[in-house]
Each structure stands twice: as C-alpha cells, then as structure tokens.
C-alpha cells in the first residue's frame, strides 16, 4: 500500500470567460495555443523513452458553464491518475464528496469531486492511446 | 508595363534601405516561432494553503511541500528531456495574481523568451513588468483580454529539478 500511486499528472486546466471564441484566437495569435472547440492539447511522454505519450488539456468555457457546478470558481483543474474505480471507493471512504458515477468513454474513465474548499476537480483515468 | 516598373522600383527601393526583406523574413520567421510549449504551473487562491496542500496529499496523493506540488514529466519535442508544472495554492489575499482579480493564474511554459516578448509588444500585449532571470529560468508576467494574469516561463528544467532535490521534495508523477 506504500508509494501507492494516486494523481500522476496534470490533464487539464479549464477556465471561464466572457468571450471564449474571441479568448481562443487571442490565445492562438498571442501565445500560439491553437484551441478548437474542445481546447488544445499539450502533449508529453510520461517516460524517458518516448513511448507513452501524456496529454494536458486546456480549454476555455463560457461565465453560463454547468460543467463547473456547484462550484462558484471561475476555474477546474483535471487530475491524471491510475485506476479510478479503485480511487472512488477509497475517497467515499475517506469521506471526500463524490459528485457523479465514474463514466467511461473512449477517451478514458471520468469522475468529479469537490476539494476541502469546494473546488470541483475533474479525475481522468485516460486511454492515452 | 506601368505595373513592371513600380514592382521594379519597389525592389530597388528595398535594396537601397535594406529592410524590406530583413522585416518579411522576420514576420515570417516570427509566425513559425514557437511560443508556449507546455502549461507550466497552475496557482489558485485559497482560504487556507496549508490544509488544501495537506487535503492533496491525503487523498489525492500529491508530493506536496511548503510550494505545493512538482509534477513531472517528459518533454514532448524530447522525451530524454525532463518537464515539470509547479501547482501552488496562494492565500486569498496574496498580491501575486494582481492585477488579476481572478480566482487562479496559470504558468504557461515558452521557449526563447526575450524574443517573445518584443514580439508581443509589437503586437499591443500588455506586459505587467519587466523579465525576470533566475537560476531556474526566465519569467514575465502579462495580461490577456479578459483580464488574467498569465506568467511566462522560460524553464531551466535541470536548475528546476536540483533545487526540488536540494529542498528534499519529491515531485508527482
């Protein structure tokens, strides 16, 4: 149970704002971060060989956004980690407040849950392939 | 042929000041430029940095110290490269963020600095201060159009890395 793995990465950082197509092209433009509709990706490996590949979400919503709820901030972050299901149960455990059903897509497995501040975090079990 | 000669004077005219082509193959040049490579760090204020950073730790498994988190990873451009995002909770009434009243701040990572931020002058950018170096890297701050304050990174991983190791932290990963 020791060095028991948990987070192993950042998978993406989401922020609201007024104007979110207006924010993109100010982004791509200035900052060279080319968003589609979905946010940009920001890859890396997650070893020194190069053969996984890891990948960074960042995304723009719009100030009306649900995916945010019930947390009021104007941000959410996306945690990486190993084996969701096997998480969600430790953390109902632990007492932490799971908002929603691990849900699989092809992409990966998702959940959410609040911090000890009422932030909501996004956990991401992904298929990196 | 009236359209010859102007296109031909206009060339000469280029010739004898020199600058013409030197500023369309720096327009092009810049266009190509790389500027942010990688999200650097994620800040967010918080009532109480200490239990947030105690709350990551317990359940979520985050390698915390008195700054947060390290997280590590390799570089996408080169794997044998190392890259780490800094994740920091800031007291709610730090003046880090300002003059972004937002609620978070993000650290994008960028190569070559200097001359991003000539070019981001030129493009009417607002900068909040001027560039900073440190041993671990290059940093300025500047704003977007909505009012968020967004630091810049130009990393000196291999600094970066010894001085979490010289601290005794270990990074998440």
């Keep these: 149970m020791e060095d028991k793995k948990k987070v192993t990465g950042i998978g993406g950082i989401f922020f609201k704002c007024k104007d979110p197509n207006k924010m993109k092209e100010w982004y791509k433009t200035h900052l060279g971060i080319d968003a589609g509709q979905y946010g940009a990706s920001f890859e890396w490996y997650q070893d020194a060989e190069g053969k996984k590949k890891g990948l960074t979400q960042w995304n723009l919503n719009s100030e009306t956004a649900k995916l945010y709820e019930p947390s009021t901030k104007d941000f959410m972050i996306n945690y990486r980690v190993e084996n969701l299901e096997a998480l969600v149960e430790e953390l109902k455990k632990e007492g932490v407040t799971v908002l929603d059903k691990v849900e699989t897509y092809d992409y990966g497995k998702f959940v959410h849950i609040l911090d000890a501040e009422g932030n909501k975090i996004q956990l991401w079990e992904p298929t990196d392939e | ?173």
């Design chain 2, 1 to 173: 042929m009236k359209k010859i000669a102007l296109i031909t004077f206009a060339l000469a005219t280029s010739f004898c000041f020199g600058f013409a082509f030197k500023s369309i193959t720096s327009t092009n040049s810049n266009a190509k430029m790389k500027r942010v490579t990688g999200i650097g760090g994620i800040f967010f204020k918080c009532k109480d940095p200490k239990k947030v950073r105690e709350w990551y730790q317990t359940h979520l498994g985050l390698n915390t110290n008195q700054y947060g988190t390290v997280f590590e990873w390799y570089q996408g451009a080169d794997s044998t490269k190392k890259g780490f995002s800094q994740w920091s909770p800031f007291k709610e009434t730090t003046k880090y963020f300002e003059p972004s009243t937002k609620e978070f701040m993000i650290n994008y990572r960028v190569e070559n600095l200097e001359l991003l931020i000539e070019e981001l002058k030129k493009e009417g950018v607002t900068i909040t201060d001027t560039l900073q170096t440190v041993d671990y890297g290059k940093f300025v701050h500047i704003m977007d159009i909505e009012g968020n304050k967004i630091e810049l990174w130009e990393p000196n991983d291999i600094v970066y890395e010894k001085l979490g190791i010289q601290m005794g932290s270990k990074t998440t990963k």
